[in-house]
């Protein structure tokens, strides 16, 4: 099999493989396999920029009095 790393999402209720990231919905891990084969496992080539949510400013200075 090509994904060896599917685990249970208990949240989603899906099968999904942590490698590639496919998921199946089928309702035990042996069908989940079997939808999951003819797919290829690799990971997506996709560089996540990480959501920095801008500059922030710092410059603030409050004075206390
Ligand atoms: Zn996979």
């Known amino acids: 099999m090509k ?5 249970w999402n208990p949240v989603t209720q899906q099968w999904f493989c942590i490698k ?3 998921t199946s919905d089928q309702a035990n891990v042996d ?5 999951l ?3 290829e496992c690799h990971v997506p ?3 996540a920029p990480r959501a ?3 500059t922030e400013t710092v410059g ?3 004075k206390p009095y």
């Open 3 to 7: 994904h060896v790393n599917v685990r």
């Open 20 to 22: 590639c990231g496919r």
């Open 31 to 35: 069908a989940a396999f079997e939808q």
């Open 37 to 39: 084969d003819p797919y």
């Open 45 to 47: 080539a996709v560089e």
């Open 52 to 54: 920095e949510p801008g």
């Open 60 to 62: 603030l200075m409050k």
